[in-house]
């Protein structure tokens, strides 16, 4: 892999620290600093107003706009949604003496931002000197609540250097602004005032309807005079603020922010449950520093639970704090029916849509950190499952076809190969479940909403597939897998064999429910109108589902005819050529035995108890010569098998960048937003990878090693509602309990049963 990393940031263990303002690099870092709480994230953009290159972004989950597509043929999707760019509730402009802030045309000094792990703010500070003379340091601080979803605080302080005067200060809530992927802004304005103190204003999506009310008020320390400002999508106050030479002044802003896509909500009612918000949680008897405090704690509870140390690496230090950092940001539970998009809250690019990855890359970071969250995203696929049945009957078939990118559970990609051929979405889904409910236990979760989606997945793959003329064998026709270099395949072994273990899971969980809650078995059978027929034929699918392999070489193959196709040697492309998608014509992708990501490798990592070490390495041997990793998905799993397989170098090699992806920018495209599911593969490239946890069957398995560079390393999971933690060093694996009753744990092939006293072992040579 060709990839280089643009280091110009501090490393520092709890903080991203930029010291100097760079133009060039300023969106990367509006990215990086980007703060978010699940329900709405705001990119690192220059609150006062920037006439240079930014993206001022201000995203809240699951609000949406759509646009028309020209469908001309039937399970070709009509529309698409997509995460609207929403108000800068941050909006400021700064002005002493006639002359306004801005970084592209003032003159400054003193430079420095930080993104604060352990408080989870951030903060900017400069010196502004003025064509006039004078200097002003400046700065800045804003955090979103992570107890308050709906609330955003912002702190600028004022300090004159040379002189004493007055600072005037704009202040307000901005609906004009533009959603760049589209070129136009979206938002029309229903209402705006000001009632009981907090100046507000409600916005409503031009299609969709989505409305967002947003309302603040503002506290200083100095008396303040203060008119009201209404324009184009805006409303605000013009503030007069009293500075003396060497004294620091204050000025506070508390916002609250409301979404709501239920149409049938009346604008009253809208309204005035954003003035309750407002009052609930801004009233004028809290403070920023009380607030600010209410944040720490909650972060300092976040890393008693899910801290990841190592020791003799502070890039990497650093680099998984800001993984996981960014990963509560993204989702941490609290509201039912969110989902998590491919640039979470920091970015335009991949319009705010999840995909397939959300089941297969994000979620095992939450069953293991934070259940409940793993339990709300499997709680979207639940509510949407409306929407997939729905899409399964447009492509000519039963059941439920989860789609391969959404933001409200329909299907908004508008390339149809991808829509309409890449079907395991539904396994991802149907895994995630096994996934959740096998390390919880959470059954309720399984009986009262898991088999019901699970059933109907079956039915959408069981009416999707077909029998072979010649091999007689049950399997998938016209597809793309997870590698999409690969179009309108046959048997693509991933979806096969993933199908398979689907069809398999859902009988066993047939069996277990109607065995454990008869009558609530017949009940969800009864209204699902299952048939003992319609299981028989699920049964015979699995049973002779086609999985095509070399057997003398025990390399699975990545779908029929794979083996024949013509060999490009991947490192004979010049560097100049990538990406490809932006280099190449797109037939030209599809010619070779060339992969963007892994597929065959990602089965065997989902379902690694299935599959030997002998087997595994054969397959890595074969295909990754073949990978390009065009996808920031495809390094981890690469990493994780090499770890297991006894290739530590390798393994080194592809996790080197895995923790530092955005903050080192290795794919120049962290100003598009974050990686947010290639963040969670860092998670999962340490605890799968060098931890060598395993957790597809009825236990969790171990195999520890450690990159020769480090000297030691731990990580907490919970296992079962018994939170574990696993020490490695040099030497020897420590794995005890922390709390919760002892486990049965298997590690280096032995079985161990592990209480808070812990299991002390030596450290193995892995993979040989």
């Known amino acids: 892999m060709a990839k280089i990393a643009d280091k110009y940031l501090k490393v520092d263990p709890w903080k991203i620290v930029e010291e100097g303002f760079d133009p060039e690099r300023n969106r990367v870092s509006e990215s990086i600093f980007s703060l978010g709480n699940e329900y709405m994230g705001v990119r690192g953009y220059p609150e006062e107003g920037y006439g240079g290159d930014t993206l001022l972004g201000s995203y809240f989950n699951g609000l949406f706009e759509e646009s028309k597509v020209n469908a001309h043929y039937k399970g070709i999707i009509k529309s698409l949604r997509f995460m609207v760019n929403a108000v800068d509730w ?32 951030y903060s900017r500070e400069l010196i502004w000197k003025l064509k006039n003379g004078k200097s002003l340091k400046l700065s800045f601080e804003r955090f979103v609540s992570m107890d308050v979803s709906n609330l955003g605080c912002q702190r600028i302080v004022f300090e004159p250097l040379n002189f004493s005067g007055t600072v005037e200060v704009r202040t307000g809530l901005d609906f004009s602004v533009i959603h760049e992927d589209q070129g136009r802004c979206y938002w029309e304005i229903l209402q705006r005032g000001q009632e009981n103190g907090i100046i507000g204003i409600l916005g409503e999506t ?24 209404e324009g184009d999508r805006f409303i605000g106050l013009d503030v007069r603020l009293p500075l003396e030479q060497g004294v620091k002044s204050t000025f506070d802003k508390f916002v609250i922010n409301y979404a709501e896509k239920d149409v049938a909500t009346d604008q009253d009612t809208l309204w005035n449950k954003g003035l309750e918000l407002a009052a609930q949680h801004i009233h004028p008897s809290v403070s920023f520093d009380s607030l600010a405090r209410e944040q720490v704690n909650y972060w300092s509870g976040v890393w008693a639970d899910s801290d990841i140390k190592i020791e003799g690496d502070p890039e990497n230090q650093q680099g998984i704090r800001f993984c996981i950092f960014q990963m509560y940001q993204t989702y941490h539970g609290d509201n039912p029916g969110f989902n998590i998009g491919a640039k979470g809250l920091t970015g335009e690019a991949y319009r705010g849509l999840a995909f397939w990855d959300t089941e297969s890359y994000c979620l095992p970071f939450y069953i293991f950190n934070n259940p409940k969250a793993a339990k709300s995203l499997l709680e979207f696929r639940y509510k949407s499952l409306p929407y997939a049945l729905q899409r399964a009957r447009e492509l000519d078939c039963e059941g439920a076809f989860y789609p ?9 990609c508008d390339l149809w190969q991808h829509s309409n051929l890449q079907l395991h979405v539904g396994t991802a889904v149907a895994y995630g479940i096994r996934h959740y409910v096998n390390i919880t236990g959470d059954k309720s979760f399984l009986y009262e909403k898991g088999l019901e989606m699970l ?17 007689g064998q049950f399997g998938y026709y016209g597809v793309m897998g997870p590698d999409e270099f690969q179009l309108m395949v046959n048997n693509n072994c991933y979806i096969n064999l993933m199908a398979k273990k689907m069809f398999e899971y859902t009988l066993d969980v047939i069996d277990i429910m109607r065995e454990a809650e008869g009558t ?16 028989a034929n699920w049964r015979n699918c699995s049973e002779h589902m086609r999985i095509p392999k070399d057997d003398e070489a025990s390399i699975y193959e990545e779908h029929d005819g794979f083996f024949d196709m013509p060999h490009l ?34 089965f065997m990592f989902l379902y690694s108890g299935q599959f030997s070490v002998e087997e595994k390495r054969a397959n890595y041997d074969y295909y990754e010569p073949r990978c390009i990793h065009e996808s920031s998905l495809s390094p981890s799993i690469h990493s994780i098998i090499a770890a297991e397989i006894g290739k530590p170098e390798e ?41 060598g946890m395993r957790s597809d069957g009825d236990r969790l398995v171990f195999s520890p090693s450690i990159p020769e560079r480090w000297e030691g390393y731990s990580f907490p999971i919970t296992f079962k509602g018994t939170k574990l933690v696993v020490e490695v060093n040099k030497s020897r694996a420590f794995i005890r309990a922390l709390s919760g009753e002892a486990v049965e744990l298997v590690i280096y092939n032995h079985t161990y049963n592990v209480d808070h006293s812990g299991i002390e072992v030596a450290l193995e040579e892995v993979g040989r």
């Not at 002493?96 to 352990?118: H, I, N, P």
């Not at 391969?404 to 908004?412: H, L, N």
């Not at 059933?455 to 009416?463: E, G, H, L």
Request: aromatic residues 14%; hydrophobic residues 35%; glycine residues 6%.
């Open 90 to 121: 941050l909006y400021t402009r700064i002005t002493v003496d006639g002359e306004t802030l801005d970084m592209a045309q003032c003159q400054f000094s003193d430079y420095r931002r930080e993104l604060d792990f352990k408080s989870g703010s």
């Open 206 to 229: 031009s299609h969709t309807k989505n409305r967002l009310f947003s309302g603040f008020r503002i506290d200083a320390q100095a008396a303040l005079e203060t008119t009201v400002i």
């Open 404 to 412: 391969i990118a959404t933001i409200d559970g329909t299907e908004s």
């Open 455 to 471: 059933i109907q997945i079956s039915r959408f793959y069981a009416t999707r597939g077909q029998w072979g003329q010649k091999t």
């Open 520 to 535: 609530s078995f017949s009940e969800l059978a009864q209204r699902l109108n299952l048939t003992e027929q319609e299981q």
């Open 569 to 602: 040697d991947i490192h004979s492309i010049p560097v100049t050529e990538f990406p490809l998608y932006s280099h190449w014509s797109y037939d030209r992708l599809y010619r070779y035995d060339m992969i963007k990501q892994p597929d065959v490798l990602m």
């Open 651 to 691: 393994a080194y090699k592809f996790f080197e960048f895995a923790t530092r992806l955005d903050l080192d920018n290795y794919n120049r495209n962290t100003r598009e937003g974050l990686h947010t599911t290639s963040i969670s593969a860092a998670w999962m490239n340490i605890v799968y990878g060098f931890g």
